[in-house]
Every structure is written in C-alpha cells, then in structure tokens.
C-alpha cells in the first residue's frame, strides 16, 4: 500500500541535512583519532590549557585522553541513527512510513540515544574527577532532561510504529 507523499520541503531539507550530518560525523572521528594519535606532548598541552606540571595536571591530561575515547565510541552511535534517519525518510518519501522496519529503526536509535546519554554521564563523572578549583575542567556533559525525554519518547514512537504497522495490516487483511 505504498503510495508517494505529499510534495513538502521537508523531507528534501531533512534527507540533505541527515546526509551532511553523516558525513560531519566521520569527519569528528577522523579529528579525534588524529588528536588521540598524533596528540602534541603533555608538556605542550598543559601550557595550552595555563596548567602547571604537577600531579594535577597529569589526571587532567588522562582524563581528557579518556574523554576523548569516548568520543570515538559516539561515532558509530551517531552513524548508526543517521542511517535508520535516512532510512526512515526514504520510506516517509516514498508514502509508506507505517512499515515494520522503522518501528526496529526507532527502537535501535532509542537504544543509541540511551547509550549515548550514558556515556553523557561518564564524561561529566570523569570531568567532575579531574577538575580542581585552581584548573576546572567544564564540559557541557552530564545528566540532561532534554536528552532523557528524547530517549523516552523514542522507545514510545517505535511502540506507535510498530502498532500502527500492525494495525495497518489487519486492516489490508479485511479488506
């Protein structure tokens, strides 16, 4: 019952942004795998950053190498939504969004959301860590509300996906 959308900007914007985005995506982990391994020496960083060597400064300099290992782990969680985005768009383009495979597509960006608001978590714990009140280490990580609700709502739109799919083909069967 696959039948083409109404013509909308919307969806040539979103499959254009989503496309750029994928491509922003790589090129951050390309920045981070080049800071990771080809990072200036510690000495060079922490006159950068106006820190001391001392103690302090060698947890702040490993838990900013940390921190950026987390980093790479969000790329393929990013790469993995973008794609199901992209994906879902062609099927909203195409006239049939109520389809089995976007309610899986929901519920794996619900899943990579909820990873990446963990990992969220992990970097303000180890800037909280590393930070002293002489050399406080602010990100803007941590627990955001915004980002839970996203998570929730979600896990609640595959749940809709996946009963309007159903419904959809219960009513294609009585007809």
Do not use: C
């Not at 180890?126 to 803007?140: C, E, F, G, M, R």
């Amino acid at each position: 019952m696959s039948r083409p959308a109404p013509s909308s900007a919307a969806l040539p914007i979103a499959y254009v942004v989503l496309r750029i985005l994928i491509v922003v995506n790589w090129l951050f982990g390309a920045a981070i795998v080049t800071l990771l391994v080809a990072m200036p020496t510690e000495q060079w960083i922490m006159s950068a950053l106006g820190v001391p060597p001392s103690p302090e400064g060698d947890r702040l300099i490993m838990g900013l190498h940390a921190i950026a290992v987390i980093g790479l782990v969000t790329i393929p969680l990013n790469y993995a939504m973008l794609k199901r985005l992209l994906a879902i768009v062609e099927t909203v383009r195409a006239g049939d969004p109520f389809v089995a495979a976007n309610a899986s597509r929901l519920q794996a960006i619900a899943w990579s959301l909820l990873a990446l608001q963990l990992l969220s978590l992990a970097i303000a714990a180890i800037a909280k860590t590393v930070s002293t009140p002489a050399h406080p280490l602010d990100l803007d990580a941590g627990f955001s509300i915004n980002g839970w609700l996203a998570v929730l709502l979600t896990f609640l739109l595959a749940r809709v996906f996946a009963e309007g799919t159903l419904m959809r083909e219960d009513l294609e069967g009585t007809v």
